[in-house]
């Protein structure tokens, strides 16, 4: 009776210890999960605060990046403004053939608000877009052809080179002859003048697409026109790009030499203005509208450099904070 007692007692206190152990585990386990939530506050907290001092970084890093993207620009253009100035003080040439800095840019002002400016280039700039939309759709389907084709590109892969180096100037005698002093002969030299650039970007873009690339193109099932669209045309689009630029550059060149050789009096644009400008000796004006077209040059380039620098991104070539 007695030995049964004696083990029941032991057995209470082994209980007791048992649950007095479970007891302590618990608490612990308590102050472990008080301890971690702290600690997940602090590291949320201190995540939060490095991802505040990040994007400062990073809208740091841009200001940085455009001031340095800015900053050799604005000293070109002070150091040509210098020389510019230091021609006229030379007495090289006198004052009304060769205005100074000064005088321009007043002349300028004046006519950036002159409704005749905002005319000239809206209509300038309708023939610039009409003349280089076609220019490029010519252009993407004369270059895929020959790209592809290799009958086509025997017959006219050096023609197109050729017709590319023939100065635009050239082309209008003829388009005179052909269409006389109208709207159709600019865009005819236009077009001439840019097309040959952008197909020679799209089969040098083509030309180097890997083989590799085609071949896993194929054996995804892209055949045709999805072979074009999803692995050609991707592929080559940085080449396709360039040439567009340039052929842009052929486009605005042209445009600019067949205003002032077509000047059709019912039309007002820049290049009849210039002429207009040269015709009655007033140099203030000739070089104010030159300044314009430099600047309407500039904003394109950029559009264009925009669009290489994404690209590029996109290919992992340039880096996303650049630019």
């Known amino acids: 009776m007695a030995s049964d007692t004696i083990t029941t007692t032991a057995t209470t206190d082994a209980a007791n210890r048992e649950a ?3 007891t ?5 386990a308590a102050r472990g999960a008080d301890a971690a939530t702290r600690g997940t ?6 995540g939060l605060d490095a991802l505040e001092i990040a994007s400062r970084e990073k809208t740091a890093s841009r200001a940085r990046l455009l001031w340095a993207s800015t900053w050799p620009k604005l000293t070109a253009l002070g150091l040509a403004v210098l020389a510019w100035q230091a021609v006229v003080w030379s007495g090289w040439k006198p004052e009304y053939a060769l205005p100074g ?3 321009v840019g007043r002349d300028l002002g004046g006519y950036l608000v002159d409704p005749a400016l905002w ?4 209509t300038t700039g309708r023939r610039a877009v009409v003349g280089f939309a076609a220019a490029v759709t010519v252009g993407l389907l004369l270059g895929l052809a020959v790209a592809r084709v290799r009958v086509l590109r025997a017959a006219l892969g050096s023609m197109i080179t050729a017709l590319q180096t023939m100065p635009s100037i050239a082309w209008f005698p003829l388009a005179i ?3 006389q002093l109208s709207e159709q002969a600019i865009f005819f030299v236009v077009v001439l003048g840019a097309a040959p650039s952008i197909a020679n970007g799209v089969i ?3 030309d180097y697409v890997p083989p590799l690339l085609l071949r896993a193109g194929r054996n995804l099932g892209a055949r045709g026109i999805s072979l074009y669209r999803y692995v050609i045309a991707p592929a080559a689009l940085p080449a396709i790009v360039a040439g567009l630029k340039q052929g842009w550059a052929f486009a605005w060149r042209s445009l600019m030499a067949g205003e002032l050789l077509v000047v059709i009096a019912t039309k007002t644009s820049i290049g009849a203005q210039l002429t207009y400008a040269r015709e009655l000796s007033d ?12 600047l309407v040059g500039l904003l394109v380039d950029a559009a264009f450099g925009a669009a290489d620098r994404a690209i590029r991104r996109r290919w992992g070539i340039l880096d996303s904070t650049a630019g």
């Open 204 to 206: 040098h873009g083509v």
């Open 177 to 179: 002859l052909l269409f």
């Open 283 to 294: 140099a203030e004006r000739l070089i104010a509208i030159m300044i314009v077209i430099l």
């Open 101 to 103: 800095p000064v005088t």
């Open 41 to 46: 506050g602090r590291e949320t907290i201190s």
């Open 24 to 28: 302590q585990e618990a608490d612990a």
């Open 119 to 122: 005319n000239g280039l809206a």
């Open 20 to 22: 007095d152990a479970a």
